[in-house]
């Protein structure tokens, strides 16, 4: 079982940046994808990022975060964070982080893989 806890979120201007943390409960959180999705209100959750658990800690992009977000994690604290830089007001989401055991590249974009979410973090970017 993993309980985790997202942190980070607010109101940034768009050009601005903004770093969410999310804390995983459990002593095998290295073993575990780690990976954000995001829903904005009336759309469908949409693929983030991801880093691998294994396979030098690869990481998925999302198309319309390539190049502006970047993840991390550190196993110590049980902790992954979502870097964001050069935000934009269609950024604005709730961002939610998930865990996933055994999820590798082939389908680290579906939400399906993970088996365990965060209560999600609002994110808003204005213009």
């Known amino acids: 079982q993993v309980h985790l806890v997202e942190s980070g979120g607010g109101l940034v201007q768009a050009g601005g940046s903004l770093r969410l943390s999310c804390a995983a409960s459990g002593d095998t959180f290295n073993t575990y994808t780690m990976g954000w999705f995001r829903q904005a209100p009336g759309k469908e959750r949409e693929f983030v990022i991801a880093?691998?658990?294994?396979?030098?800690?690869?990481?998925s992009y999302g198309d319309a975060v390539k190049g502006r977000f970047t993840i991390s994690r550190d196993n110590a604290k049980n902790t992954v964070y979502l870097q964001m830089n050069s935000l934009k007001p269609e950024d604005t989401a709730v961002y939610y982080c998930?865990?996933?055991?055994?999820?590798?590249?082939?389908?680290?974009?579906?939400?399906?893989?993970?088996?365990?979410w965060g209560q999600g973090t609002q994110v808003t970017v204005s213009s």
């Open positions: 998930a865990a996933g055991l055994g999820v590798h590249h082939g389908i680290v974009t579906a939400y399906s893989a993970y088996e365990y």
């Open positions: 880093i691998i658990s294994w396979n030098g800690g690869r990481i």
